[in-house]
């Protein structure tokens, strides 16, 4: 990743050098306990962190993962401009083939999170594939579907710009690429608008469970966002993950399903050739959605309201994380932007997809930052929580 080292400079120089570019650099925070700072940008319409390490003979400028813009060129851009206007000493650099043209996540089909609140659909059917890996079944349903939207969601970003990449070769117009976590992603869709959901060899995580797509609240979200007579269709090479499938599908109060072992697609992955090869056996497991949802209805609200800068707030923070039933809440770091505002660091919701976010808060108000969280179940009762500790 993208980093440049240099020869350190005071805390008080770097915030002096920083007010004289305010228009790229928003603030520095400085770390309560840790030697480093966070550099606030906004540049080309994205706001973001950067991390100052520093140490005695040596800093180090880097992205921080939680804000992190996707385009890897404008994060390349943004290190050493930010370098250049605070006049860093430069002792090393890997920030080397900045390209200018258009990135692929700048692509109209590549869509954020957030671009689906509120979404209203013009395709007249949805279908969603999970993990799709290096796109050669969503490619091929697209291809024979071309009144489909195929929404591919991928935690794994080279793979999203790989997808990408083929989407512009082919000259598709109907797959959307999302590179999120799945699970999280269900709960910001509409009920009854998708017709298929594909799930085909997803991580076995034998050891950590978990971790693993396919669980109740996943299986639940699938259930309401499937139209009556839609599909989730589980493709799996594991018999650990065959027989957990058939145990958590069997948990719905009502269902119906259909199982195949070694049934051949018009299309399959490298890896699923050579799993036929070594004689793997092959399960697929359809789970029928037989009649439609209720409307989802959550009004969500992430706002603090009347919470502002409490001169008492390093002390009151909880150390360790608050756990309860269906969520949790920890405050990571405290950083302090100046003698009235701090910036703080939280993990919180599920303990399956927790969310990361920054919150600032002075003497004016406070709010996340850069953006809200996703509009969860979880999430919002970790926000109330939230509320509550910052209240003391």
Known sequence: ???????????????????????????????????????????????FLLVYKYADNEAMLKYEKITRPLKLSLLKEAIGNVAN????????????????KEPLFASKYFKKIEDFIDIKFEHKEIAIEVGFGS??????????????????????????????????????????????????????????????????????????????????????????VLDAGGTLELRTDSDLYYEYALQTFSKLPKMRMHINKNHALPIISKYEARWQRQSKDIYDVTLFCDE???????????????????????????????VFDEYFVHF??????????????????????????????????????????IRSNSNFKAHKAIKELLHG
């Open 292 to 322: 439609k949802s209720d409307d989802k209805r959550d009004e969500f609200d992430f706002s603090f309201s009347d919470l502002r800068y409490n001169i008492n707030i390093n002390e009151q923070l909880p150390q360790e994380s608050q």
């Open 85 to 100: 206007a605070l006049g860093f000493d430069v002792l090393s650099s890997n920030i080397v083939n900045i390209r200018h």
């Open 135 to 224: 796109g050669r079944h969503i490619l091929y349903q697209a291809k024979q579907n071309p009144q489909t939207l195929f929404i591919g969601i991928e935690i794994h970003t080279p793979s999203a710009g790989q997808l990408l990449k083929q989407i512009e070769i082919q000259g598709l117009e109907n797959i959307w690429v999302v590179n999120y976590d799945a699970r999280l992603f269900l709960e910001m869709l509409p009920s009854n608008i998708c017709k298929q959901i594909f799930v085909h060899f997803p991580v076995p995580w034998d050891k950590k469970p978990s971790r693993r797509v396919i669980g109740d609240e996943f299986t639940s979200e699938a259930m309401r």
């Open 1 to 47: 990743m993208p980093h440049i080292k240099v020869m350190p400079i005071s805390k008080e120089e770097l915030v002096s050098r920083a007010k004289k570019h305010s228009e790229l650099i928003e603030f520095i925070a400085h770390s309560v306990n840790y030697p480093e700072a966070l550099i606030g940008i906004n540049y080309q319409n994205e706001q």
């Open 332 to 373: 990571e770091r405290l950083y302090e932007i100046d003698k009235d505002t701090f910036l703080m660091k939280c993990a919180f919701g599920s303990f399956a997809r927790p969310e990361h976010k920054y919150i600032i808060m002075n003497t004016n108000n406070c709010r996340y930052y850069p953006s809200l969280p």
